[in-house]
């Protein structure tokens, strides 16, 4: 059985840090395809940003490009997200996702097979 549980998140103010994590359990991430989504209130489930078994990251480059890092720690089987420079505009519930299969399209969050319970990330102006 899969499981996702993220944490790090919280209140902070606009142009400050946080990092997120993604503790995985009953599947290793280095396998997988890792994911990160958004979704503010009233708004649709959004793509922040995948690592992919190998091969470089992809982001939301109109959302999150040069602020947010995503990376993975295969030792703890935890994926991170950096974020950086925060706006209130990144103030959402964030998601972490597991794809088993390989696919392409890693916008898509049909594609990925496992969610976690997500994390409130607030940002004050």
């Known amino acids: 059985q899969v499981q996702l549980v993220e944490s790090g998140g919280g209140l902070v103010q606009a142009g400050g840090s946080l990092r997120l994590s993604c503790a995985a359990s009953?599947?290793?991430?280095?396998?997988?395809?890792m994911g990160w989504f958004r979704q503010a209130p009233g708004k649709e489930r959004e793509f922040v940003a995948t690592?992919?078994?190998?091969?470089?990251?992809?982001y939301n480059t109109d959302s999150v490009k040069g602020r947010f890092t995503v990376s993975r720690d295969n030792a703890k089987n935890t994926l991170y997200l950096q974020m950086n420079s925060l706006k209130p505009e990144d103030t959402a519930v964030y998601y972490c996702?597991?794809?088993?299969?390989?696919?392409?399209?890693?916008?898509?969050?049909?594609?990925?097979?496992?969610w976690g319970q997500g994390t409130q990330v607030t940002v004050s102006s």
């Open positions: 690592v992919r078994r190998s091969g470089p990251s992809t």
């Open positions: 009953g599947r290793t991430i280095s396998n997988s395809y």
């Open positions: 996702a597991m794809g088993a299969s390989y696919f392409s399209d890693v916008e898509r969050a049909s594609r990925y097979d496992y």
